[in-house]
């Protein structure tokens, strides 16, 4: 039965178990919950679940960051830092994006993956390459097929690509396919198999930026465009020679 | 406080560059607790990662609006929750009005399971971590969101206030409501739990 007491004290009882009432107020809510059994336990469970949270609170807090996480805002901070500095595009391209709140991922994602260095680009991708083949390719042993995983590219994500399939004839494998988080967008990593080495091949969808082919920790970093997509493959350099897989991925994405 | 919302014109003054990249490298230290507190809203691994960079990155852009000098971490939980609700409000699953009085009746116990433990016992049971997880993640988000920002973060209910966007005593009540749902859910057993998880939704 609730009468105005019993609510009176219930508006109180997080600052009454909490400690933060002033002294008379918490000697009102005492008396009343001396008084009224149903408030007392109220009471009674308010303090122990609050005891319990607070006395796990350290272990409920102490959960390993996701592989990778750190390293990219710490390259998006890096990033920051060198656009904050007097440049030509931060204040000028960046300055309208501000004071929308509503922010358009893909056109972010266009403008970031615009601006940044191949540099930043190639060892965001690289660092993503080898999160990705460890944590998410490791036992797959047969081949994927690039129907399926186009499928699974349009019905989860959205993303609309001609998968280059696996070819005994380039040493091709396809292993599958995966969304990887990039700066504050997310883009298509496909994964594959040549001659026993990892090699991803990334699509940036609505980016234009010119080729490149540069090294960046111990990987190459094939960056071509096509259409209104840019591409990025990424192999280590350890690999050898990958002129023929390359050149087939190439003809074949789009 | 955080000074103002992200979007708020008030809010855009300038300040030095050596202020933002200050903000850019003691975010850093956050991530752990941010990622943690996403992983608790969120309740999956990969929309926390999203959420957790989301908030990262919009820290970054919107560094020049942070005041120096006040609570950086208070500042980020914002952009955090604000983030969420956003990606939450686009969902528009919350159908429930979480602050009414028929919410109040689910939590407040009256007639529930009669034989509750001691909180004593509880507390055996629930060291472990994913016992307390486990109960914290049936409850409501806006009961969650609220135990975990003052039990957990140890934010001032003002603070919380100020973060979810909700007048104190809302805050208040929340906190209140969800800690002895919690203490119903930590006092049943699993299949108990399940059983009654009507009663959050």
């Known amino acids: 039965m609730m009468n105005d007491d019993c609510r009176r004290t219930a508006e109180r009882l997080s600052s009454y178990v909490d400690n933060e009432l002033p002294a008379g107020e918490q000697a009102d809510v005492e008396r009343h919950l001396n008084a009224c059994p149903p408030c007392r336990t109220a009471a009674t469970h308010e303090s122990g679940a609050r005891a319990i949270v607070r006395e796990q609170a350290h272990r409920l807090t102490d959960i390993p960051l996701p592989p990778g996480l750190r390293t990219r805002c710490e390259a998006l901070a890096r990033e920051h830092a060198q656009a904050s500095a007097p440049s030509v595009f931060s204040s000028r391209r960046f300055a309208p994006l501000t004071a929308v709140m509503t922010l358009v991922v893909g056109f972010l994602l266009f403008s970031l993956a615009t601006h940044r260095s191949d540099t930043v680009l190639a060892a965001q991708l690289t660092a993503d390459h080898a999160k990705c083949f460890r944590f998410f390719a490791k036992n797959a042993s047969s081949d994927a097929d690039a129907r399926r995983v186009e499928q699974m590219l349009q019905t989860d994500y959205g993303w609309d690509l001609h998968v280059p399939p696996s070819s005994s004839a380039n040493g091709v494998r396809l292993r599958g396919a995966r969304r990887c988080l990039y700066a504050d967008g997310s883009l298509p990593h496909i994964m594959y198999d040549v001659g026993g080495h990892d090699v991803s091949l990334f699509v940036l969808d609505g980016v234009t930026r010119p080729a490149a082919d540069l090294v960046s920790l111990g990987h190459r970093s094939r960056i071509w465009m096509a259409g209104r997509r840019t591409y990025v493959l990424v192999w280590p350099v350890a690999a050898g020679d990958m002129t023929v897989a390359a050149r087939y991925v190439r003809e074949e994405a789009r | ?201």
């Not at chain 2, 429930?96 to 049971?125: F, H, N």
């Not at chain 2, 007048?167 to 057993?189: A, D, F, K, N, Q």
């Open chain 2, 1 to 201: 406080m955080a000074r103002g919302r992200e979007g708020d014109p008030r809010s855009a003054d300038r300040h030095g560059e050596a202020s933002r990249d200050t903000v850019a490298a003691r975010a850093l230290e956050f991530l752990e607790p941010l990622y943690a507190t996403a992983l608790r809203l969120t309740r999956n691994a990969a929309d926390a990662e999203d959420l957790v960079q989301d908030t990262f990155v919009k820290a970054l852009r919107f560094s020049d609006r942070f005041t120096p000098g006040t609570n950086l971490k208070a500042w980020l939980y914002t952009i955090l929750l604000n983030t969420w609700r956003n990606r939450r409000r686009d969902a528009a699953r919350e159908a429930v009005d979480i602050d009414s009085p028929r919410v109040e009746e689910a939590a407040s116990g009256g007639e529930g399971p009669a034989a509750l433990d001691t909180p004593e016992q509880i507390l055996l049971r629930a060291t472990v971590r994913d016992d307390l997880q486990a109960a914290l993640d049936t409850l409501p988000e806006a009961f969650r969101e609220a135990v975990w920002l003052r039990d957990v973060e140890e934010f001032t209910y003002a603070e919380i206030a100020e973060m979810v966007g909700i007048p104190i005593g809302t805050v208040m009540s929340r906190i209140s409501r969800g800690r002895r749902l919690l203490y119903e859910r930590l006092s049943l057993s699993r299949g108990q739990a399940d059983a009654e998880g009507r009663l959050t939704r």
